[in-house]
């Protein structure tokens, strides 16, 4: 819920003068309209805030991702992420107009998509984990994408193929510097980190902490008893969340570090409780 008592306007696309078809009786608007769905074209678009270069960035649309789009105006497009319901403004030439079905996304932290299929040619665009992709054929060790360009098919992998320890994913991200906002394998937060590793095991999650805290798995038992934690389990801080590695240890992007770090839980608790508090919850998937 918004601070105005309306639905959260993280994930509701609505303003005074203009709002998403489906909230037409749930909020006030002056005027309500169909979203039209356009794909990023770039290896990671900023969705910000505000409709201005310089504003607060919020989250990152991935390569190959959905933007349902509801206003076109002064060269920025404002919608809301099919993935995970974001809403904000995007950068319209970051988009393009006809969407492809994605077959296939990345699995590898970081892979390229070359002009021919050979790993010398240039210019090279970066891609990274859980882009997404269509592919239409293949050459070699090479895939070839339907937009133009191959890819090292070891590096992809089928839409709906998942891995069943997400923290084993985590772990692949380990030394990847700290970016408020970030949810690519150059720059993540903590939430986005969460939200990252879910996905390559199949597990839909929201963006941010306080979302990630009320909608994913099952809360441990107050009051919380850290002698019996598990590998996977999510522990909770306001405005914070890390993924136990095991019964002692955590990983979590953090501006202490600056990066994706593994270190000991009751390290991180002394610290975080300094400035934020203590855990409000653990929840186990």
């Known amino acids: 819920m918004s601070r105005d008592g309306g639905p959260d306007r993280r994930l509701n696309p609505y303003r005074e003068d203009l709002a998403a078809a489906h909230l037409r009786g749930e909020v006030k608007a002056d005027c309500f309209v169909e979203g039209t769905d356009r794909q990023v074209i770039v290896p990671v678009a900023p969705l910000l805030r505000r409709a201005q270069p310089d504003a607060p960035m919020d989250t990152q649309l991935l390569f190959g991702e959905i933007f349902r789009v509801y206003e076109e105006e ?60 269509r592919v239409t054929g293949a050459s070699g060790e090479y895939s070839e994408l339907e937009r133009g360009g191959w890819i090292f098919t070891a590096h992809i992998a089928p839409v709906g193929s998942h891995v069943r320890d997400y923290v084993a994913v985590a772990e692949e991200f380990l030394g990847v510097p700290y970016l408020w906002g970030g949810r690519d394998t150059m720059g993540m937060d903590c939430s986005g980190l969460v939200q990252l590793a879910l996905e390559r095991a199949g597990i839909t999650s929201l963006r941010d902490t306080d979302m990630q805290e009320a909608t994913l798995g099952e809360a441990l038992p107050e009051p919380l008893d850290f002698t019996t934690l598990k590998r996977g389990d999510l522990v909770f801080w306001k405005g914070h969340v890390g993924i136990m590695v095991d019964d002692q240890r955590l990983i979590h992007a953090n501006g202490h570090h600056m990066r994706v770090a593994i270190e000991r839980l009751d390290i991180a608790m002394t610290r975080i409780a300094r400035a934020s508090g203590h855990v409000t919850s653990i929840k186990r998937l």
């Not at 904000?88 to 590898?108: C, F, I, N, W």
């Open 74 to 133: 002064g060269g920025w497009a404002w919608g809301q992420s099919v993935l995970d319901d974001y809403v904000g403004y995007v950068d319209a030439k970051q988009l393009g107009s006809r969407p492809y079905r994605a077959t296939h996304q990345v699995v590898a932290l970081r892979s390229f998509i070359y002009p021919k299929p050979d790993l010398k040619t240039r210019p090279a665009i970066p891609l990274g984990m859980n882009a997404k992709l």
